[in-house]
């Protein structure tokens, strides 16, 4: 079956902009969550959404939004883009939860820049 | 405040060469996970362990869960090129429901 969809794959924006990223999730699943990964601070939980609730939320500013449709797939949005945005966000998908009792599959990213 | 301590964070060596890479915690984890991220990619689930002192084995990966269910450790066998990449633990803190990741070890196995 088809795995984690994220788009756009790449991307470069200018500070204070806003930013859309796109993830489909495996088909039934129905947790959706998003990871910042960047070289200094490794892998960072942003949210989880399941069934188009928002169920856990990580440590970072309300500048960073998701949603998720009734089809699973979700959005997540960074609004007035800084610098230190520039990273590989992550969206992984779960058929339960994004806990690490539950198997999580993520796509291969979407590369924001901000310049 | 980084939960999961990994080390090393860089490790190069021969192909063919035996390594163990770590993932420290002062917390207790309900269960940890390693995964394994390779350029371009998400990734990629190797193991899950839950029982304090459990061990894993996949191929040449062996993979363990502390007895005290704090820190974990992978070791690889003979190692190869294709063993190339980042090798991150994650582990769900007792009692939470998300996930924490170190930062991961970068793997480079030499031909």
């Known amino acids: 079956k088809a795995g984690v969809t994220q788009t756009p794959r790449y991307l470069i924006k200018t500070r204070g902009q806003q930013v859309t990223l796109s993830c489909s999730p495996i088909?039934?699943?129905?947790?959706v969550s998003w990871y910042q990964q960047t070289p200094g601070q490794g892998l960072q939980f942003l949210f989880e959404?399941?069934?188009?609730?928002?169920?856990n939320k990580g440590n970072f500013p309300g500048r960073f939004s998701g949603r998720q449709f009734s089809n699973s797939r979700s959005e997540m949005n960074v609004s007035t883009l800084e610098l230190g945005d520039s990273a590989l966000y992550l969206c992984?998908?779960?058929?339960?939860?994004?806990?690490?009792?539950?198997?999580?599959?993520f796509g291969e990213g979407s590369w924001l820049t901000v310049v | 405040t980084q939960l999961l301590e990994q080390s090393p964070q860089f490790l190069s060596i021969q192909e063919g060469e035996n390594l163990t890479v770590y993932c420290n915690s002062s917390?207790?984890?309900?269960?940890l996970q390693w995964y394994r991220q390779e350029p371009g990619e998400g990734p990629v689930l190797l193991v899950t362990?839950?029982?304090?002192?459990e061990v894993k084995k996949l191929k040449r990966l062996t993979f363990q869960f502390g007895d005290a269910r704090k820190d974990s450790s992978l070791h690889i066998t003979a190692a190869q090129p294709g063993d190339t990449g980042l090798y991150l633990c994650?582990?769900?803190?007792?009692?939470?429901?998300?996930?924490?990741f170190g930062k991961g070890t970068r793997l480079h196995i030499l031909p």
């Open positions: 992984a998908s779960s058929s339960s939860g994004a806990g690490v009792g539950n198997t999580i599959y």
């Open positions: 994650a582990g769900e803190i007792l009692g939470d429901d998300k996930i924490i």
């Open positions: 917390s207790v984890f309900s269960s």
């Open positions: 362990v839950v029982t304090g002192g």
């Open positions: 959404y399941f069934s188009e609730t928002q169920r």
């Open positions: 088909s039934g699943h129905r947790s």
